[in-house]
């Protein structure tokens, strides 16, 4: 897997969030190499949701700075203060811990929602549907279907999306962001209340992805025989601050990593 030697693809320095009284994210340090595969784990509170608003401009951070990098790109973006549709057109996709599609709206409609920041047609545009509007709205249909084939859900092209089976919205909701042509995927416990077949076939997913689309990938998951045998590098986090960073085989072997999640797991 090649690495961009220059600038890592997200870099993220001294982050710290407050609400209030409360400080949820404390002094965090991350970053994520061009093609990795990245874990983010740790206890439920732990500040890792939070983690991830503030990269996606849902929450400005309080301290610390964001920044981000397409492979290529001579100059980093920082991303403090930028609303979450900016983030989306520069290359950062996310999912989230509680499904959110367009229930109503068909399979397909809600890929080619994700297609929305990649478009040129404005208002006029669409009001005069002249020729080369109608192009760009075919080409989203034909690259929302692609994307539909690549998960395994083009079947249900027209279906309202609240009708699919659970794993079905998951990988539906990948294929959304997907169609932002993102750079940095962005997963918030995509595993989240599948089965052992349905978590397997996850993780064989995300890593034909990553080849296909040349991706970067940041993930929450409570799963850790996901995370163990899928991330190249786990962040750990504890009260929103981290404690650990490594390799699958050095977070396992952690004292800390074990007292504060890996322990509490084998108990749960």
Partial sequence: MSRNAEHPVLRVSSLSRNFGGLRALNDVDL?????????????????????????????????????????GMETPARLNGMKPFRITELGLARTFQNIRLFSSMTVLENVMIGRHCRTKAGVLGAILRDGKTRAEEQDSVDRAYELL?????????????????????????????????????LLDEPA????????????????????????????????????????????????????????????????EVIRAYLGESDNA
């Fill in 149 to 185: 084939k690549e998960l395994n859900l083009e079947a249900h092209w027209k279906e309202e999306a609240r009708n699919l089976p659970y794993g079905a919205q998951r990988r539906l909701e990948i294929a959304r962001a997907l169609a932002t042509d993102p750079f940095l995927l």
């Fill in 31 to 71: 970053d994520i190499r061009a093609g990795e595969i990245v874990a983010l784990i740790g206890p439920n509170g732990a500040g890792k949701t939070t983690f991830f608003n503030c990269v996606t401009g849902i929450y400005v951070p309080t301290e610390g700075d964001v920044f981000a990098c397409r492979p």
């Fill in 192 to 255: 989240a209340g599948m089965n052992p077949q349905e978590t397997l076939e996850l993780k064989e997913l995300v890593l034909e992805l990553r080849e296909k689309f040349t991706l970067s990938v940041l993930l929450i998951e409570h799963d850790m025989g996901m995370v163990m045998s899928l991330s190249d590098r786990i962040f750990v986090m504890e009260y929103g601050s981290r404690i650990a960073a490594g390799t699958p085989e050095e977070i396992r072997h952690n004292p």
